[in-house]
């Protein structure tokens, strides 16, 4: 099966880093030396080019391998990521890192079935 790059998750990642660092979507274009117009477009569903997707997965920090999917690799559960995640966030002590990982399990599981 051909590899895919989940455009959809990608912008979803990079706005979670944008909130988290409190930035705005032109700070965002202005620090990863970048055109606003790059983040519109992925922002509609279009795939950014080399350039642009090198810039933001450097100014964010992900990895473009969290993105690609071939359907044949297993990949982790979404629950173990976002825990190894929280667990590994600077900002957040041990017990709110549990307290969010309970919310975010209970919520999952409540909506995982709809």
Request: glycine residues 6%; aromatic residues 8%.
């Amino acid at each position: 099966m051909a590899e895919r790059f989940d455009n959809e998750a990608f912008y979803a990642a990079l706005n979670a880093t944008r909130l988290s660092r409190q930035r705005t979507w032109k700070e965002v274009a202005e620090e990863a030396k970048i055109s606003a117009s790059t983040l519109t477009r992925i922002g509609q569903g279009k795939r950014p080019d080399v350039d642009g997707l090198a810039a933001l997965l450097y100014w964010s920090g992900l990895k473009a391998e969290e993105f690609i999917h071939d359907g044949e690799r297993p990949e982790a559960e979404p629950l173990a990521q976002v825990t190894a995640l929280l667990r590994a966030d600077p900002n957040l002590s041990p017990e709110n890192a549990k307290v969010l990982e309970d919310i975010v399990m209970a919520t999952y599981t409540r909506l995982r079935g709809v």
